[in-house]
């Protein structure tokens, strides 16, 4: 089942830009010895060309509470350039909604950070 | 002289706006998602859309006022009320550029925002307001530091029932669906309930009516969709009259100020306008650069609070999709 749920989620992730690389991490006894409650994972980390965006994004990001603290579990932390992200659920489909819902808030981070984060903005 | 620029996107218009200390605009750009006839925006899809067009808007702002991000001062965003992923998706912006531009971050509310644009707008003082929009329909009065609710609609807001009448008889939503209903009214009056409660007002079950006169009368050829709107707005727009008296009664102001999306229509101005020159007062009302949704709403009470001394910290800054009027306290008003 947790093999499904990644396979799943790995098909929907979305492409990543030229300065991302999408580096899974493999499964480990930690993994395997996830808590009953929460029997479906996901991880990601994600590198980023200059360590202070990656805090930066895990910042902006970490604001916002899961919707559903009770059935979804989430940890954010950046550490030398690299965001790890870790979803915890207790369905398959929540995982899918609120991993989705990550991308989406990231990559709009992401894009900013492009369109503002290397020089001055001029006037026209 | 202080420069904030503010962000709302609280539902399907998303806008950025630059405002100085002096109450000048100095940029208000916007972008409306319009969905086709018949269907309404839905949070997803409106979020969506909200992402793809908030840079760009930041760069036409900033572009408009001939300013660096370097000369703003603070960041103003909507806090709430709306609708969830809209919000966000602003908020996630606002604090990564306030991180990367090493501003301040400030949370407004959304109809505190209306209200501090009408009074800057119109140049009035003390106002009864009158908040009329697709999301919040209220009367409202300021009181001891805080903008009291006087009344509101126990229901939907007058703005949701006009949007929900123009789905059933399929009017465009380019430019809006209320803009759409006010160019066709006709003649004929149509008899509608006619549901003030004390100071509130409930529009549901007029809603509910016009679905059935329009899947009978209409089908059958005795009324046309041009009378039906006629119908509507007379009988609505008396309502929000009769409570908004009963506030300038209850309050002893001698102004009204109408503010919201809904505020744009000149019949209610109209309406309003007979009833407080019959009270001997005036009626302050705008056009739909700052009666609908808009950026410089949420910079200039971004302004207001932030010469107060109000900031919000990073991690405060997430969203609320309910944030009553009444909750923010107005330390920026001395009366």
Redesign the interface.
């Known amino acids: 089942m947790k093999r499904q749920a990644e396979a799943q989620i790995a098909k929907k992730k979305p492409k990543m830009d030229d300065d991302l690389e999408y580096e899974p991490d493999s499964e480990d006894e930690r993994l395997t010895n996830a808590g009953v409650l929460f029997p479906h994972k996901f991880n990601i980390d994600i590198p980023f060309a200059r360590s202070e965006w990656a805090d930066i994004v895990r910042t902006t990001l970490e604001v916002d509470k899961e919707l559903k603290p009770t059935v979804v579990r989430r940890t954010l932390e950046a550490k030398d350039g690299v965001l790890h992200v870790t979803y915890e659920a207790l369905e398959v489909r929540m995982l899918r909604t609120v991993v989705s819902s990550f991308f989406d808030m990231l990559l709009l981070t992401i894009d900013t950070i492009k369109a503002f984060g290397e020089q001055e903005q001029l006037p026209a | 002289m202080a420069k904030i620029m503010g962000f709302e996107g609280s539902a399907n218009k998303i806008g950025v706006g630059i405002v100085d200390e002096e109450g000048n605009i100095l940029a208000n750009v916007r972008h409306t998602y319009v969905t086709p006839a018949g269907t309404g925006f839905l949070p997803k899809d409106t ?2 859309h909200h ?1 793809q067009h ?2 760009g808007l ?2 036409d702002a ?2 408009q006022a ?5 000369e703003i001062d603070a960041l103003a965003y909507t806090k709430g009320p709306g609708m ?1 992923g809209p919000l ?2 602003v ?3 606002v ?3 306030a ?3 090493k501003k301040p971050i400030v949370a407004v509310n959304h109809c505190v925002a209306h209200i501090e644009m009408g009074r800057l707008v119109t140049k009035s003082q003390n106002p009864v307001v009158l908040y009329v929009s697709g999301g919040n329909t209220q009367v409202i009065a300021y009181s001891l530091k805080r903008y009291r609710i006087f009344g509101e609609t126990i229901d939907i807001a007058v703005g949701n029932l006009l949007d929900r009448f123009a789905r059933v008889i399929s009017l465009p939503n380019d430019p809006a669906p209320g803009y759409n209903i006010e160019q066709i009214v006709g003649q004929k009056f149509l008899e509608l309930p006619y549901t003030v409660k004390g100071m509130d007002v409930s529009f549901s079950g007029i809603l509910s009516s016009l679905e059935d006169i329009a899947r009978h009368q209409l089908a059958q050829g005795k009324c046309t969709p041009e009378d039906l709107c006629f119908s509507l707005q007379e009988n609505v727009f008396a309502m929000l009259v009769e409570i908004t008296e009963r506030a300038m009664a209850h309050c002893g102001q001698s102004e009204v100020l109408i503010v919201g999306g809904v505020g744009c229509n000149e019949r209610l101005q109209e309406m309003m306008k007979q009833m407080v020159e019959q009270r001997g007062g005036r009626v302050c009302a705008m056009d739909d650069r700052y009666c609908i949704d808009n950026g410089a709403m949420i910079a200039w009470t971004g302004m207001l609070m932030f010469k107060s001394g109000i900031t919000t910290p ?2 405060d ?3 609320t999709q309910r944030y009553r009027t009444d909750a923010p306290e107005v330390l920026w008003r001395d009366d």
């Open positions: 979020a969506k992402q908030i840079l930041v760069k900033l572009t001939k300013l660096t991000p370097q969830g966000r998706s908020a996630v912006v604090r990564t550029l991180q990367l531009w990073m991690e800054t997430w969203c």
